[in-house]
């Protein structure tokens, strides 16, 4: 044990240290205050503040495009903000409740009824009208996915589509045809049955189930239902399904589950990237999954990796293009003209649109896709060409945005499957539990 | 038992379980060395190749702000919080230990009491108070607070130890004609000495790892600290970054380790002393 | 070990003089301005940032507030339906309970247990007292969550050596009966602050006595029973309250190591994280405002308790004495 040393010191030193200590900290601190601090930055020009969620890929080419737009717009500023999704939502949410969003911010799908149902966006309908938010080459069906009451909140910047990851040589040796955008939910569990009936080994010792189990996935869920004729929302305001549905749903996956022929709980829950999904761990020949991530499935797993088509009930295609994300614009901003015209070049703009690439999935503004789509390569092509196919084929609308409390609705949705996959709930009961939690959450 | 056994066995006990105790730390460090395949796959803990280029990733920081610039950040902020702490709790802690005045008790147990309320449901109040400020964005929110004293516990803990200082000190003191101010400054200050070293040993550590209140307060890139980048890190979906990650968490943890082997004699002498002066 | 004896938490700060009430009058006198002085930071910052808060945040607790619209009044309702109606409510509280009774006296007795070993060591002390220590330094950063979660996973180490001597459990994160587990086996690793205070009563017990009870022909086991376990109880007792009243609001790891949501299945669902999970996912700020104001009324009772308890249990050395 040191001894303990309780003789005084002589105070000049502390007393100096500490003076200087907190001299050199007030600078220090002092300093983002006066160079960062929001709203004018002095002068003429304006100062925009853009926050966005996502990578350091997506973040070095939205710095780029923005650079771009400060070039062209002399005496505009724009001081970008990014964080991880997660914190993302509980950060806008804060800035919401205390003081405003930023005057430009990425925003999701989930977010919109509540962000604009309360003010905290501005309507963008006049600037969409008289033309600083350009929409000519975005589909109408796609932007009513921005709108709230009818009036359009936010622009989607992307559009994702739901798919099938699988392994073709698995599926080739299980001798299953090659999925097709009108295979239907029973031919995919046939197709599972057949894989964990061929007795191939994974990594650990298991065998080889036919797919992930997509029970507690609410976008699952989202496709069977659209499939069958549904939707989970009935407008904005009222749940689209009843508990007949929800449980006859979760019995086909509980169901399957039980038989060995989808991932087991376990594998399921601990879930949570393409590295420990159930394909990824070899434990299963396929994974629902978006188009998006797709490419990190075929450089994990190899050649024989093929993104398919999502099942149909009776060749009835229960996919959509849902907006990967969206862009509004801050109630309180300062500055909405130069707000929309930002929103607008990253929509819009031929040379942002190269910068920005599929970083956020493919482009809503067709002709820049299209651009865009002759620079992809491998995975990102294939993902592409999934896209145009399934549009050929023939998909639904998108409906609008869906109401606030889905956020909450959707953590219920995978609670209340892992109770039923560890058996601590039937079907019946948890698809009872979840719609009472879920109209709790829709309450007025 | 035979003396040799008496003589070993402790010596066993404590290094067999400081292998179980380190094997996670050592986990980090070689899993922070491995190529991106190896980190899914293999289950050795040695590295079947070593891939330093994980580093070299991970020192190049994220989103254009670079690690230097990271760690810059949150040492500044750990250390205003260090300076803050230590300067205002012992101020009021001197007052609770060793002052009389009204309401002392009420205050006293109001100030427990924001020990045991969960902080998630004062944080919006709070971002309110700051935003109107002007000062989100800026340092301040994560500073401020701790030259006023509203971390409890440290309050607290100074307390405790200011407690356990002879009384006779001030009876002295008061005789020579010295006021609170001096004794405060000149005696009870300096005797305080292992209990401000733990504070700031704490307050070092739990700021650096405060990832919550940096989150909500800073938004400019070249405002982040090394915890927020860590946390950006982790989000990278695709395979490559699992290496690169683990060398910043590795990075992420440095200056908290280097920084307990300089004061870590000072830590036990204060913890061990602050709440048991006999 | 006078800092100890405090027999109530609100009056810990009572100065050890006892004297005469006249003259104590008049010291409340002379040091009235004083001691606001030195409270000056203090009290704005109990003011403006925790008074306020806290204040605002107990009126949230009797409305309706979604964190975007006003908050509406409704009285009792959030904590009529949080006790009445809200399984997942009384889930948070089971698994919340069945952390702190797992986790505390499992820490406890590991940081008693390394104490002792620590003091029975003739050399090395200083160097397994910090490697000891490390944990706890880190514990609290992500890196160690994201580490944690590796181990715990299935095909991690921890199900790969377990299934090796004969228990297969599989990965402890995905399984909803397991989780919570991981979580204590997080924080009873960081067992270094309350090691390092233990050592340090260990270390003020007497030598002699330890001697006079050998000559008595008492075994190590009835050493510690009769000289180690009440000299070290004050010691003991601190410990227990500080971590108690901690693991009642555990957050961080279960937040990092379920990813946020308390899963699977609510097995990681403690209080704190139910608690976030209504104020910000759901936004139910009002529902989440009220649970907050029943921790702190049960830590506040739980603490209370304790110290009623320990007049039976913890012995003072220097009681009645000065």
Redesign the interface.
């Given at each position: 044990m040191p001894r303990p040393r309780n003789g005084r010191r002589p105070h000049p030193t502390r007393r100096t240290v500490l003076a200087a200590a907190a001299a050199g900290l007030g600078t220090a601190l002092a300093a983002p205050l006066s160079a960062c601090s929001p709203g004018n930055g002095g002068g003429r020009g304006a100062v925009l503040t853009f926050s966005w969620w996502g990578n350091d890929d997506r973040a070095a080419r939205t710095e780029k495009a923005v650079r771009l737009f400060e070039r062209e717009h002399p005496g505009v500023t724009v001081r970008v903000s990014n964080a991880e999704f997660g914190s993302y939502l509980q950060k806008l949410t804060t800035q919401a409740a205390g003081g405003g969003i930023p005057d430009v911010a990425q925003l999701d799908y989930r977010q919109i009824s509540q962000y604009a149902g309360s003010g905290a966006l501005l309507p963008l309908g006049g600037a969409v009208r008289d033309k600083t938010i350009r929409t000519a080459e975005m589909d109408g069906e796609f932007l009513r996915t921005g709108t709230f009451d009818d009036e359009q909140y936010a622009l989607p910047m992307g559009r994702g589509i739901t798919g099938y990851a699988y392994d073709s040589a698995v599926y080739g040796k299980a001798g299953i045809p090659t999925p097709r955008p009108s295979w239907t939910w029973s031919d995919w569990a046939d197709a599972n049955r057949r894989i964990a009936a061929l007795g191939l080994k994974s990594p650990d010792g298991r065998t080889v189930t036919g797919s992930n189990d997509g029970g507690g996935n609410e976008d699952v869920f989202e496709n069977w239902l659209r499939s069958r004729g549904g939707s989970l929302y009935d407008g904005q305001t009222r749940l689209g399904y009843t508990e007949d549905d929800l449980t006859e749903f979760w019995t086909f996956c509980d169901r399957l589950r039980k038989e060995g022929a989808i991932a087991a709980a376990r594998d399921t829950t601990q879930a949570n990237s393409t590295e420990t999904s159930p394909m990824g761990r070899g434990l299963a020949a396929a994974d629902y999954t978006w188009d998006a991530p797709y490419p990190g499935y075929s450089d994990l797993l190899g050649a024989s990796t093929r993104f398919g088509p999502v099942p149909t009930a009776g060749g009835r295609a229960g996919t959509y293009f849902k907006p990967s994300m969206l862009l509004g614009v801050g109630a309180h901003t300062r500055h909405p003209e130069e707000a929309a015209r930002l929103v607008d070049f990253l929509l819009n703009d031929q040379r942002a649109g190269d910068i920005l690439g599929f970083t956020r999935s493919t482009p809503g503004n067709r002709a820049i896709a299209a651009r865009v789509a002759t620079t992809l390569t491998d995975a990102e092509r294939e993902i592409y060409r999934y896209a145009e196919a399934m549009e050929e084929y023939g998909l639904d609308a998108p409906p609008a945005a869906p109401p606030r409390g889905d956020l909450a609705i959707q953590t219920a949705f995978k609670r209340n499957y892992e109770r039923v996959m560890f058996g601590l709930a039937t079907p019946r009961h948890a698809a009872r539990e979840l719609i009472d939690a879920a109209n709790r959450e829709l309450r007025p | 038992m035979t003396i040799a056994a008496k003589?070993w066995l402790?010596?066993t006990?404590?290094a067999a379980?400081?292998l179980v105790?380190?094997?996670?730390?050592a986990?980090?460090v070689a899993?922070s060395l491995k190529p991106a395949d190896e980190v899914?796959?293999s289950?050795d803990l040695w590295p079947g190749r070593f891939e330093w280029s994980n580093y070299t990733t991970a020192l190049e920081g994220?989103?254009?702000v670079s690690v230097t610039r990271l760690l810059g950040n949150s040492m500044?902020i750990a250390?205003?919080a260090v300076?803050g702490n230590v300067?205002?709790c012992s101020?009021?802690a001197?007052?609770?230990?060793?002052?009389?005045?009204?309401m002392?008790?009420a205050?006293?147990?109001?100030?427990?009491?924001?020990?045991?309320?969960?902080h998630?449901?004062?944080?919006?109040?709070?971002?309110?108070?700051f935003?109107?400020l002007?000062?989100?964005?800026?340092?301040?929110p994560l500073?401020l607070?701790k030259?006023?004293?509203?971390e409890a516990f440290f309050?607290?803990l100074v307390?405790?130890?200011m407690?356990?200082l002879p009384?006779e000190l001030e009876e002295s003191a008061r005789i020579d004609g010295c006021?609170?101010?001096r004794t405060?400054?000149?005696i009870i200050l300096?005797?305080s000495?292992?209990a401000l070293i733990t504070t700031a040993i704490f307050t070092f550590?739990?700021t650096w790892?405060d990832?919550f209140t940096q989150?909500?307060y800073l938004?400019?890139?070249?405002?982040a600290t090394i915890?927020?980048a860590?946390?950006?890190?982790?989000?990278?979906?695709?395979?490559?970054a699992?290496g690169p990650?683990?060398a910043m968490?590795?990075i992420?943890?440095l200056p908290?380790?280097l920084f307990?082997?300089v004061f870590?004699?000072?830590?036990?002498?204060g913890?061990?002393?602050s709440?048991?002066?006999? | 070990m006078s800092a100890l004896s405090t027999k109530d938490p609100a009056g810990a700060a009572r100065p050890a003089d006892r004297r005469p009430p006249a003259r104590a009058r008049r010291r409340t006198r002379e040091q009235q301005w004083p001691a606001y002085v030195f409270l000056t930071p203090w009290m704005i910052g109990a003011g403006v940032l925790t008074l306020g808060p806290m204040a605002v945040s107990l009126y949230l607790s009797f409305t309706d507030y979604n964190l975007f619209d006003p908050p509406r009044w409704i009285g009792l309702r959030n904590y009529t339906e949080m006790l009445t109606e809200d399984p997942r409510y009384w889930r948070s509280v089971g698994t919340t309970l069945l952390f702190v009774v797992v986790a505390v006296p499992l820490k406890l007795a590991l940081a008693l247990g390394a104490a002792m070993l620590l003091k029975n060591l003739s050399r090395g002390r200083a160097f397994y007292r910090s490697a000891f220590y490390a944990p706890s330094l880190l514990g609290a950063s992500m890196s160690i969550a994201l580490v944690w979660k590796a181990l715990f996973n299935d095909g991690g180490t921890v199900a790969d050596v377990l299934g090796a001597v004969g228990i297969p459990t599989g990965g402890w994160v995905g399984n909803p009966d397991l989780a919570v587990y991981a979580v204590v086996l997080l924080t009873v690793w960081q067992f270094g602050a309350p090691m390092v205070i233990f050592l340090a009563g260990l270390q003020q017990i007497p030598p002699d006595l330890y001697e006079a009870s050998a000559l008595d022909g008492a075994g190590p086991w009835r050493r510690f029973r009769s000289i180690t376990v009440p000299m070290l109880s004050p010691v003991v007792f601190f410990n227990l309250v500080l971590e108690t009243i901690q693991s009642f609001q555990v957050f961080t790891p279960a937040f990092a190591i379920s990813g946020g949501d308390g899963g699977p299945a609510d097995g990681t669902m403690f209080y704190t994280l139910y608690l976030y999970e209504r104020g910000f996912t759901a936004s139910h700020m009002g529902y989440a405002a009220a649970m907050a104001w029943l921790l702190l009324l049960a830590i506040g009772v739980i603490t209370v308790i304790l110290f009623r308890t320990s007049r039976s249990w913890v012995f003072y050395a220097d009681e009645g004495g000065r």
């Open positions: - | 003589r402790p010596h006990v404590a379980g400081l105790l380190l094997y996670p730390l986990w980090l899993t899914v796959t289950l994220v989103s254009g500044l250390v205003g300076i300067v205002s101020l009021a001197y007052a609770f230990a060793r002052l009389r005045f009204r002392r008790k205050m006293f147990a109001f100030m427990i009491a924001t020990l045991m309320l969960p998630h449901v004062v944080l919006i109040p709070q971002y309110i108070v935003n109107q002007g000062m989100v964005d800026t340092y301040w500073v607070p030259f006023l004293a509203t309050v607290f307390v405790q130890f407690r356990g009384r006021g609170p101010f405060y400054w000149e300096p005797l000495r292992p550590i739990w790892n990832f989150m909500i938004f400019a890139p070249e405002n915890t927020l860590l946390r950006s890190f982790v989000d990278q979906s695709s395979t490559s699992f990650m683990f968490s590795v992420s943890v908290i380790v307990f082997f870590q004699r000072y830590l036990v002498q913890m061990a002393t709440g048991l002066k006999g | -």
